[in-house]
């Protein structure tokens, strides 16, 4: 499938308490294309068309891969920028196929044909691969064998560019621990606090003052247009009850889709994990066994299993307890899923060495695959049944309602023939009609605009139902009164004045202060307080967070004062002026590197190496010759 649909991306680097910024690359925007609306033709990549039909079958694959991969959200959600989406990603497929040409790279159907061998979901329970397993997942998936082994071919070819342009790749071994330094080192700051409330008596202002805000700031006191709307919220599923289809017709139906009821074998599994790298050395490996042994021992011990992983999993290994949720075959590393899947449920396994190393597999739960009988999905099916019916059902009864809105037949009524209910908002703003009744942004502004007593002459969109309203009152946009907000105004006015006035303050004291270790017994006569350490996206003692304050602590050398006061807050103090001084540094902990310098050479190195292959891509990109004909058909425009 496309590259975006894939659930293979990596963060950038280790995801421990400390975090690592995740560096995003954009190749190219719709902008640099040349727009030149052709009929048949999308794009045309360095002579290659990417015809109309490539990008439908493109795009309704990975809209379909979405929704399946994404229950409940709704299909305008998903087209949301999917179709530019799609787009870049058949350009990068072209842009590869024909640099896989230039340097004669290939894909045989013997190597095609070992790698969908080689995929567990089509092998029987001997391993072997299995042509009707191989269809009926296919058919599950809603994809063709010929588009799989289509999309499989691009992959593998892809593959073999990606390891050829990244194999002279290479990095630093010392890298990956100074960026560990880098990153969790901490520092612990000296402070002094002047609070904005000390200077409160001196800062309230004048009636003046309060006037002249509230005359430069009167959108912040505007009351906003509300209507008083009368409505009836239409959908599919509640024009027909499920109730009222038959089993026969229940049964028909579910014979007749019955493909849509197959379900995957599935272990519900947590699991503990002691990191080991693939090519660990023997006494890595011994250390990594004798932690496994000692880990068995508390389990037998009588330990829960959710307890001693959570007393041994480092971040990101897993949920709490231990908790992997729900696992498909060929979801996983296939040691992991070959032990999870042979447990029965409630079992806990003997190691299992993969990858990412020694794994404790519990199995708390299992199903079973194949299709789901009638009788478990029995109610599933009448309901979808119920909805189909309903949409067949939908317009004519939503002709029907507008017709007697407009004619002036109360709301009521018209709800009442149909077991619908009216149902009235009272007088809302736009944005709580849109909280009440379910509406859009634009639907609610044709509320908004609609005078008293006036129906609504179309059906309004409410996500996958309709709204036929009726405005019963309306009541036009205002401002608050100032003798209502003064109090208000003057409260902020007063809190700004003693802020900028507690700046000021700090601002002097500043100027006396020396950098250079300060003397202990100075402390405390200079109201000066020490802090807990912080790291770099750290906060200050009980402050809010303040990014340019962290890192300004971290630009500085140890022993110096900032240069400047930063304003803030906290709930205990309240508003203020602080000024910082770095007193010492806390150097990473030589324990935690240990447990994750594998993991770290490893981000690094992935780094390194998809570094390398994104100047690749560029270098195809910026040299490619990239025309787009038809950015009506991306856009989805009337369709």
Do not use: C
């Amino acid at each position: 499938m496309l590259e975006y649909i894939r659930s293979n991306s990596q963060s950038l680097g280790v995801k421990l308490a400390f975090g690592l910024i995740i560096l995003v690359f954009i190749f190219w925007g719709v902008g640099s294309m040349k727009d030149s609306g052709t009929g048949n033709l999308v794009a045309v990549v360095n002579g290659d068309p990417i015809t109309a039909r490539d990008f439908e079958m493109a795009y309704r694959n990975a809209e379909e891969s979405v929704m399946r991969n994404n229950p409940g959200v709704s299909r305008d959600l998903v087209r949301q920028g999917l179709g530019r989406q799609v787009l870049r990603d058949l350009v990068s497929q072209t842009l590869l196929r024909q640099e896989a040409a230039r340097t004669g790279i290939t894909v045989t159907p013997l190597e095609l044909r070992m790698a969908v061998g080689q995929i567990p979901a089509f092998q029987n329970a001997k391993g072997q691969f299995d042509p009707e397993s191989y269809k009926r997942v296919l058919q599950m998936q809603r994809i063709t064998p010929a588009q799989y082994e289509h999309d499989m071919g691009e992959d593998l070819l892809r593959q073999k560019l990606f390891a050829l342009v990244t194999a002279a790749a290479w990095h630093d071994p010392a890298e990956a621990q100074n960026r560990y330094n880098f990153l969790r080192e901490q520092r612990v700051p000296d402070y002094i606090f002047v609070p904005a409330a000390d200077f409160m008596a001196g800062a309230k202002p004048t009636d003046a003052e309060v006037a002249a805000y509230y005359d430069s700031h009167k959108g912040e006191f505007a009351i906003p247009p509300k209507v008083d709307v009368a409505y009836i919220r239409i959908s599919p599923e509640n024009l027909i009850k499920p109730e009222s289809v038959s089993e026969a017709d229940a049964r028909k139906w579910y014979d007749a889709n019955a493909s849509r009821f197959n379900q995957q074998e599935e272990v519900k599994a947590a699991h503990i994990l002691v990191p080991l790298a693939e090519d660990a050395s023997e006494a890595d490996v011994k250390k990594a066994q004798e932690t496994v042994a000692a880990i068995q021992a508390e389990l037998k011990s009588g330990k829960s299993f959710a307890d001693v992983a959570n007393a041994h999993n480092g971040p990101n290994a897993a949920g709490p307890g231990g908790e992997l949720g729900w696992i498909k075959r060929g979801s996983t590393v296939k040691p992991f899923e070959d032990a999870a899947f042979a447990l029965d449920a409630g079992k806990v396994s003997a190691p299992v060495r993969s990858q990412f190393g020694l794994h404790i597999i519990k199995v708390e739960e299992k199903k079973g695959g194949g299709t789901q009988p009638f009788a478990a999905v029995a109610a599933e099916v009448r309901k979808a049944m119920a909805k189909e019916q309903g949409a067949d059902k939908l317009r004519d009864v939503l002709d029907n309602l507008i017709e007697d809105n407009i004619l002036g037949k109360p709301l009521e009524k018209s709800a009442q023939a149909l077991g619908l209910e009216a149902q009235q908002t009272g007088l809302a703003s736009a944005h709580d009609l849109q909280q009440k009744m379910g509406i859009t942004a634009e639907s609610a502004a044709v509320l908004e605009k609609t005078p008293a007593n006036s129906p609504v002459d179309r059906a309004l969109e409410a996500g996958d139902a309709y709204v036929v309203a009726r405005v019963l009152n309306a009541q036009p946009a205002s401002s608050e009164p100032l003798e209502a907000v003064k109090e208000k105004i003057t409260t902020r006015l007063q809190g700004e004045k003693a802020l900028t006035e507690a700046m000021r303050a700090a601002t002097e004291r500043r100027k006396g202060l020396v950098d250079g270790a300060i003397n202990p017994t100075l402390k405390t006569g200079m109201n000066i307080k020490t802090a807990k350490p912080m790291d770099r996206s750290g906060t200050l003692a009980d402050f809010g967070p303040d990014p340019e304050l962290a890192a300004a602590v971290f630009s500085v050398k140890i022993g110096q004062w900032l240069p400047a006061a930063f304003a803030v807050s906290s709930p205990k103090d309240g508003q203020g002026a602080v000024l910082v001084h770095v007193g010492a540094v806390q150097p990473s902990d030589p324990a935690e590197w240990d447990m994750v310098k594998d993991i770290m050479a490893n981000a690094v190195e992935r780094e390194r190496v998809q570094g390398l292959y994104e100047t690749f891509m560029q270098r195809l990109l910026s040299t490619a010759k990239v025309e787009v004909h038809n950015m009506d058909i991306v856009d989805r425009k009337n369709m």
